[in-house]
């Protein structure tokens, strides 16, 4: 954010660290962001095709496929809620998503789930209602959100679930860790869809290692069954 004056009877204010500097034309008002449009990575962790932010108490885990031993996926949980966030390559002139949103309803209704298309706060979003088992054998619903925004050859998928499905206070923290990542597409030519590479903080690699992934450590909520992007995943937690 740039200097500016203030009158001195005004009270201070606090810089966003997550604000982007970039003033190129194609900059949008609210993220996520393209890497054209940030000068450097701020308080995130570099994740490979995402620069995930950071808050206090925020846990990060890393989902791995089995087969590959990569990287497939990013899951942050915060204060009962979680936020599962994976990137695509998508073509240069269209968006994906409301194809996607389309095949996710189709999905959940075979499954004799509900599912709403609702305006959001990064557009048209899912909210959706799976009959779910629990421990104890009893009947239930798992809800969850999914939000997706179309970039620059590129788009990136969110589910919020836990307390943020359901609870707009909830979600805020969440949904602004949503907002302010910034999406790092390679030049590479990728067909839709394709996942774009992601990688662990180097901290969380075995000595000798380069953007390898470690051995899974923990558990973690798996992603929605009825996500057609969705690759098994295996989960390591980043502390």
């Not at 660290?17 to 995130?44: K, T």
């Not at 204060?79 to 695509?88: K, N």
């Not at 970039?151 to 969110?158: A, I, K, N, P």
């Amino acid at each position: 954010m740039g200097l500016f004056r203030r009158a001195a009877a005004e009270p201070a204010q606090e810089a966003n660290p997550w604000e982007p500097v970039s003033q190129g034309p194609a900059r949008p008002e609210r993220g996520p962001y393209d890497r054209s449009h940030v000068e450097e990575i701020g308080p995130r962790v570099d994740l490979g095709a995402i620069w995930l932010p950071v808050l206090p108490g925020l846990e990060l885990r890393m989902e791995i496929d089995k087969k590959t031993q990569k990287v497939t996926g990013v899951t942050a949980a915060l204060a009962g809620s979680s936020l599962q966030v994976q990137a695509f390559a998508a073509p240069r002139s269209d968006g994906i998503w409301d194809e996607i949103r389309a095949e996710l309803a189709q999905s959940v209704a075979s499954q004799g789930g509900t599912v709403d298309d609702v305006p959001g706060a990064f557009g048209r979003e899912l909210v959706v209602r799976l009959p779910a088992t629990g421990p104890d054998g009893s009947k239930g619903v798992r809800p969850a959100r999914f939000i997706g925004v179309d970039g620059s050859r590129w788009f990136l998928r969110g589910v919020l679930s836990g307390r943020a499905a359901l609870d707009a206070e909830a979600a805020k923290p969440l949904e602004s860790v949503f907002a302010n990542i910034v999406v790092v597409r390679d030049q590479s030519p990728r067909p839709p869809r394709d996942l774009l590479t992601l990688t662990l903080p180097r901290s969380a690699q075995r000595p000798g290692e380069a953007d390898a992934p470690a051995a899974p450590e923990g558990a973690a909520p798996q992603a929605p069954s009825f996500d057609p992007l969705t690759r098994g995943p295996e989960i390591t937690e980043i502390r």
